[in-house]
């Protein structure tokens, strides 16, 4: 782990660029777009492909997101020349880049997703009951 005194000039770095950093990561940290750009990062994907592997996903939310990650340059949007005409999204080299960071995430919250659940639990039996 980083020492303190790096710890202390990540953390100064970053709240001096917040204001830059802040509307990057409100992009990028919602509730789907990490999973929707794993699916589409071994290879693109239609809609309803998409929607099967997301588990959850409502349609207009898969939309949405899909719409906003074409917009911020991580997706393409191919209308494919079939009946009935289809649609095949695709990640970005930009969408890639995030690849690393995503697997890191994504690791780490199947490394540590018992010891929230743990701590989880822990605070709640803690409470005193109304």
Not at 39 to 60: E, M, Q, W, Y
Not at 71 to 86: C, H, S, Y
Request: net charge positive; with cysteine; aromatic share 4%.
């Amino acid at each position: 782990m980083a020492d303190d005194t790096d710890l202390d000039a990540a953390s100064e770095c970053a709240l001096a660029n917040m204001a830059r950093v802040r509307p990057v990561l409100d992009k990028i940290a919602d509730k789907w777009t990490i999973l929707i750009l794993t699916v589409l990062c071994p290879r693109p994907s239609r809609f309803n492909a998409i929607k099967r592997r997301l588990d959850g996903i409502t349609h207009k939310a898969l939309a949405d997101a899909l719409k906003r990650l074409e917009r911020n340059g991580l997706v393409t949007r191919t209308v494919l020349p079939t009946a009935p005409i289809g649609v095949e999204y695709a990640i970005t080299p930009l969408g890639h880049s995030l690849r690393q960071p995503f697997e890191a995430l994504c690791a780490w919250a199947l490394t540590n997703g018992a010891a929230i659940e743990a701590a989880n639990h822990e605070h709640d039996c803690s409470k005193p009951k109304p």
